[in-house]
């Protein structure tokens, strides 16, 4: 069974930081890319970051500068480290494999439950 296991989330107050990870099993992880995306209330789910496999990673200018999204494959666990959080950045943020290193979440086929991160003002 392909599982996607995202964890990490939490509360934290404007400005600081949390590192969010993705544990992947049931696939062989540098075959794919991994993407991170996130949903907030009354919103579409949108691209976060995401890393091919063979390590290129892409961030959206929403983020860009403040995530950084890293891989284990030994571990077959991908991190975003997210620092300086925004109030915006309040969302559900989910994790997912697909073939293509896109921000599109009609790209990926697997995906993981959500973690929530909360960002107070």
């Known amino acids: 069974d392909v599982q996607l296991q995202a964890s990490g989330g939490g509360l934290v107050q404007t400005g600081g930081s949390l590192r969010l990870s993705c544990s992947a099993s049931?696939?062989?992880?540098?075959?794919?890319?991994i993407g991170w995306f996130r949903q907030a209330p009354g919103k579409e789910r949108e691209g976060v970051s995401c890393v091919s496999g063979i390590g290129d990673t892409y961030y959206a200018d929403s983020v860009e500068g403040r995530f950084t999204m890293s891989s284990d494959n030994a571990k077959n666990t991908v991190y975003l480290q997210m620092n300086s959080l925004k109030f915006e950045d309040t969302a559900v943020y989910y994790c997912?494999?697909?073939?293509?290193?896109?921000?599109?979440?009609?790209?990926?086929?697997?995906w993981g439950q959500g973690t929530q991160v909360t960002v107070s003002s």
């Open positions: 997912a494999a697909g073939p293509r290193s896109i921000m599109q979440s009609t790209g990926y086929i697997y």
């Open positions: 049931g696939f062989t992880f540098t075959d794919y890319s």
